[in-house]
């Protein structure tokens, strides 16, 4: 059973237009919500979060928006350029009832194209 | 520099071999994880640690050993019990509060 359904699979955007990606979770008990950039042969890199409490996140050219309602939430990427070209990865966690997170539940993935 | 060491990059073993990778922090991070990624896949929790000597299973314990003897290191061994582990190991830490989790560069394991 997979937890973070994410789409589309692959993406391919114009330099300067607007890339959105799509989460959405199934789990109830999720309170946290990363988004990570990932190179070829290298580690995912942490993009931006947003908690449940907040249905808007903005940092630079990147924003989360969340719908708490429907159990989803999307990345956007304004202006988005030919280094933002990537592999996308949404996630998600709940913390232990001690107050400790446990591990995240990863998407599959989006594969983005920025062509100049 | 501070940040999430693994090593090696690259790792070759025959079939039937158990293999121990490495992961070292200097972040001060109380919580250490594991993730496996295969191609198309997002990343798989294999297993995690919250405090020294104590760790939890994740989605995919089975096949893999950890240890956390020490709050810097968190190292994973891949049994031959493990039917498939031709994969990219990645190895994350956190402070635990806030949950962000920072990833080492990954280990790329090749088993034939």
């Known amino acids: 059973q997979q937890q973070v359904k994410q789409s589309p699979q692959s993406l391919i955007v114009q330099k300067g237009g607007i890339s959105i990606i799509n989460c959405a979770y199934e789990?109830?008990?999720?309170?946290?919500f990363p988004w990570y950039q990932q190179f070829p042969g290298k580690g995912p890199a942490l993009l931006i979060a947003?908690?449940?409490?907040?249905s808007e996140k903005k940092e630079g050219r990147f924003t989360i928006s969340f719908n708490k309602s429907a159990k989803q939430f999307s990345l956007h990427i304004m202006d988005s350029q030919p280094g933002d070209s990537a592999t996308y990865f949404c996630?998600?966690?709940?913390?232990?009832?001690?107050?400790?997170?446990?591990?995240?539940?990863f998407g599959k993935g989006t594969h983005l194209i920025i062509q100049p | 520099d501070g940040g999430i060491t693994q090593s090696p990059k690259y790792l070759f073993r025959k079939e039937g071999q158990n293999v121990t990778l490495s992961c070292e922090q200097n972040?001060?991070?109380?919580?250490m994880y594991w993730y496996r990624q295969d191609p198309g896949q997002g990343l798989r929790l294999i297993y995690y640690?919250?405090?020294?000597?104590?760790?939890q299973k994740g989605d995919i314990a089975e096949g893999y050993s950890v240890s956390r003897e020490k709050k810097e290191s968190f190292p994973l061994t891949v049994t031959s019990a493990q039917k498939n582990p031709t994969a990219f190991y990645l190895c994350?830490?956190?402070?635990?509060?806030?949950?962000?989790?920072?990833f080492g560069p990954g280990t790329r394991l090749t088993v034939t």
């Open positions: 996630a998600a966690s709940k913390r232990f009832s001690g107050g400790g997170a446990d591990g995240l539940t």
């Open positions: 972040l001060n991070h109380d919580a």
């Open positions: 947003i908690r449940p409490d907040v």
């Open positions: 640690s919250q405090i020294v000597n104590d760790f």
């Open positions: 789990n109830t008990a999720f309170d946290y």
């Open positions: 994350a830490s956190s402070s635990g509060l806030p949950s962000e989790q920072y």
